[in-house]
């Protein structure tokens, strides 16, 4: 049990550590709040790779604290609660993509970084939600794409696209669940919102929304624009950081419980414990992350 302030315990306990708090926009506002820099996966990857800190405490899924250790894998990074996971990077295993690989095997294999180091390994390029259409367009049109493992993202690129994709049956459970019936409630409740909405969403959400971008993206559209009332179709966390960045907005979320509990597991309380015992310490096998490495490494160049 720690004594004393937690948020002073972690200040000090930083400096010690010559650590960086790294926080996705899904995390609790006391976590975006004590964290030296919030972002979505690709802002998150981005300063894992940048920064000079000795020590990466990861605030997010393990996925993004895996792609943290391959991009900086002399560095210590630290998942505070080892069980948070992301249902849908748990849709794709590396064996299973192997297997597609073999009935396509022409294929460029482009993967969203919502996956295990395993399945990266296994792929020629990520993508996030920010830059998937960027790193599909830089692909050879002649070229096959089978997409991991979002296919409402894949979806969504194919709209934008036109390019055909093999797409993999894997979803976000907390985007996927978002139903046409509940953006229209909101909608009348709302008249003069903009529907703004995630990728992840369903094709029928997509279609109907006024803007579809990643977390990044929303906050940037939702500054930028002159509307006032917006109708969010992302996680619940999310509500938090818009506010912070555009307190002059309303934002409706989409549905009530728009909550991914994967993404509510770390608290102060667990994070400065996990600061003081040094766990969980994320470890990625060497053969696995050099490849890996190739594929997210292919992705920061063209993005
Ligand atoms: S919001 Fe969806 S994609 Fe993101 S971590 Fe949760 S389950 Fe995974």
Not at 233 to 250: I, M, Q, R, S, W
Request: charged letters at 25%.
């Amino acid at each position: 049990m720690l004594k004393g302030n937690t948020g002073e315990y972690i200040a000090a306990r930083k400096k010690e550590l010559n650590a960086v708090i790294m926080a996705h926009y899904y995390q609790p506002p006391e976590i975006q709040d004590i964290a030296d820099f919030v972002g979505d996966s690709l802002q998150l990857a981005r300063q894992a790779a940048e920064s000079s800190a000795e020590v990466i405490i990861c605030c997010g899924v393990k996925f993004m604290a895996e792609s943290a250790k391959i991009l900086s894998p002399d560095k210590i990074v630290i998942l505070p609660c080892p069980d948070a996971g992301c249902p849908m990077a748990d849709m794709a295993t590396a064996s299973e993509l192997r297997k597609k690989k073999e009935q396509y095997p022409d294929a460029i294999v482009v993967t969203y970084v919502n996956t295990s180091a395993e399945v990266k390994a296994e792929s020629d390029i990520c993508c996030t939600s920010s830059n998937a259409l960027k790193v599909v367009r830089s692909i050879p049109e002649d070229k096959e794409i089978i997409f991991v493992p979002d296919k409402n993202l894949g979806r969504y690129i194919q709209t934008q696209t036109g390019r055909k994709m093999i797409l993999w049956d894997g979803y976000c459970p907390v985007h996927d669940r978002l139903t046409a019936d509940d953006l229209n409630k909101q909608r009348k409740l709302h008249p003069q919102a903009l529907t703004t909405v995630h990728p992840e969403c369903q094709p029928e959400i997509t279609a109907r929304a006024d803007a579809v971008r990643s977390t990044a993206g929303l906050l940037e559209y939702i500054k930028g624009s002159p509307a006032q009332e917006f109708i969010l179709g992302t996680e619940t966390g999310f509500v938090y950081t818009l506010n912070k960045h555009c307190p002059d907005k309303k934002v409706y979320l989409a549905y009530n419980d728009f909550i991914c509990p994967d993404m509510k597991f770390i608290t102060l309380e667990n994070l400065a414990l996990s600061m003081q015992n040094m766990e969980t310490q994320i470890e990625v096998d060497s053969q696995v992350s050099i490849k890996a490495r190739e594929a997210l490494e292919r992705m920061l160049n063209i993005s």
